[in-house]
């Protein structure tokens, strides 16, 4: 189970990484296919919270799971937003305005922090319900390859070296291997903490899902990004299928 464990963190780890490579190395990424990947990934991430996280938290721990969806909805808040003044998904296209590096140390510790939890909820969900964790891993795998693309872009406006660009989408990478490490600290999962873990989760992606995702897909000029969330959705409910098929 731990090698599982670390194996689907690493895939997750390797798609920031190569979002964070394109940048560094100048190609620049179809908006179309950013667009595609993100509201793919909105509809999916909110149909996993809305279907599956929320009811299996509240079956586990009870009207307290409530506390710890707000706790885990207003962490990435804060690290994401509160203490950064400009950080949106996907390719950096205000090239023309450089950020602070200030900005670009606290869009790296958002970030850093979302991943950590990324990884910490690959690692419960498939410790206690394998099932239930390859779909917050395939959730996860989703937005993953726009996150390296939104740490390397704006590191690269803050006016930070190539190395230094790349490195970060590394950090981003590692941060989510380390949250999926807590499975060697974690190795008895009981239903109280599998609870507090599962609403947690569905705090930190609903936030990811609508207000991350969601307004940068509202904001393309095209009818078919918004349409594509609920081909999200569907591909959840196909997700599921197949992998009860296969699972169970």
């Known amino acids: 189970m731990k090698t599982q464990i670390l194996l689907l963190a690493f895939i997750a780890s390797l798609a920031v990484i190569l979002g964070g490579s394109l940048i560094v190395s100048r190609k620049h990424w179809p908006t179309r296919v950013q667009e595609t990947l993100l509201a793919l990934g909105a509809g999916f991430i909110l149909s996993l919270v809305f279907l599956k996280l929320v009811p299996a938290s509240f079956g586990y721990i009870g009207e307290s799971a409530a506390i ?5 909805f207003a962490t990435i808040h804060f690290f994401e937003h509160t203490i950064v003044g400009h950080l949106h998904f996907g390719e950096e296209t205000h090239h023309d305005v450089m950020v602070s590096r200030t900005t670009g140390y606290s869009a790296f510790t958002g970030l850093f922090i979302h991943a950590f939890f990324d990884g910490l909820s690959i690692s419960v969900g498939l410790q206690y319900d394998f099932f239930l964790g390859v779909l917050i891993f395939l959730a996860i795998l989703l937005h993953k390859f726009p996150e390296g693309l939104t740490i390397a872009s704006i590191m690269s406006t803050a006016g930070f070296p ?9 950090g981003i990478g590692l941060a989510t291997l380390l949250g999926a490490s807590s499975v060697f600290l974690l190795e008895h999962v009981s ?3 599998a609870g ?35 081909g999200g959705m569907i591909l959840f409910y196909l997700s599921e299928k197949i992998l009860d098929v296969i699972l169970r």
């Open 68 to 72: 710890w969806i707000l706790a885990g």
């Open 162 to 170: 190539r190395k230094i660009v790349f490195y970060s989408a590394i």
């Open 191 to 193: 239903a109280e903490l």
């Open 196 to 230: 507090i873990a599962f609403a947690f989760s569905a705090g930190t992606v609903t936030y990811v899902g609508a207000s991350d995702l969601i307004p940068e897909v509202n904001k393309t000029g095209s009818r078919l990004p918004p349409l594509l969330v609920f």
